[in-house]
């Protein structure tokens, strides 16, 4: 695609169940990152892949939260047992290389409810 | 640790006029920073990024940013602000250290045109 697509755009869930996040990222594009948005805050970082690999994981909130990348594309972020302090957006973003001087491209988020 | 401040939380600017999102930067390397843009329920845009050179950089929709090493600071500015430009702004730096490449987001900046 173009873009950074995710899915879902809304996810209701209730407190107490797993959630999958799903990010697809642009094709060719070897670096993705997860970061989280809090109503009115900033972007918190949670990871970042290289290919597979997950070579920083250290903005993952707790061990309820974990992420994988399959075939140096997809990226699925899993939240299991949620808890209300989980609602936030999640978003995606990819670069086409981990360079220093290479900006990232963000999906438009997956809103996360958790009721 | 590499981090970025945005001072200001919102900004209000009349229409026509020209505008300023102050950013400041603190690295142990060379900076390499970026500016994007969230619209309301969208993910982020990338608006320009500094890298070496001009310390005057142009980028999308009209903005400019001014680096200047002496005060840390990157600044985002536009000649003359439209009612469309208000949104969320974002600065960023690149997280150098070995083995992460994260992006690390100021708290972001509201930027409110008046007509």
């Known amino acids: 695609g173009a873009g950074v697509s995710q899915s879902p755009s809304n996810k209701v869930t209730e407190k107490g169940k797993d959630v999958e996040l799903r990010c697809d990222p642009i094709?060719?594009?070897?670096?993705l990152y997860w970061y989280r948005q809090s109503l009115g805050q900033g972007l918190e970082f949670l990871i970042y892949?290289?290919?597979?690999?997950?070579?920083?994981k250290s903005g993952l909130p707790s061990d309820r939260f974990s992420a994988e990348r399959t075939g140096g594309s997809v990226s699925t972020l899993t939240i299991q047992r949620t808890q209300q302090e989980d609602s936030a957006v999640y978003l995606c973003?990819?670069?086409?290389?981990?360079?220093?001087?290479?900006?990232?491209?963000f999906g438009q988020g997956t809103r996360l409810t958790v009721v | 640790a590499q981090s970025v401040a945005q001072p200001e939380d919102q900004v209000n600017v009349a229409e026509g006029n020209p505008l300023t999102v102050k950013c400041t930067y603190s690295?142990?390397?060379?900076?390499?920073l970026f500016w994007y843009v969230q619209y309301p329920n969208r993910g982020l845009q990338f608006l320009l990024k500094?890298?070496?050179?001009?310390?005057l950089v142009k980028g999308s929709y009209g903005f400019e940013a001014e680096f200047n090493k002496s005060q840390t600071s990157f600044h985002l500015k536009k000649p003359s602000a439209l009612v469309s430009d208000s949104a969320l702004y974002f600065c960023?730096?690149?997280?150098?250290?070995?083995?992460?490449?994260?992006?690390?987001f100021g708290t972001g900046t509201r930027l409110k045109v008046l007509a």
């Open positions: 094709s060719g594009h070897t670096a």
């Open positions: 500094y890298i070496t050179g001009d310390n």
């Open positions: 973003a990819s670069s086409y290389r981990q360079a220093m001087n290479t900006e990232a491209f």
């Open positions: 892949f290289q290919g597979n690999s997950a070579p920083d």
């Open positions: 690295v142990s390397g060379n900076p390499y």
């Open positions: 960023a730096v690149r997280d150098g250290e070995p083995g992460t490449y994260k992006y690390i």
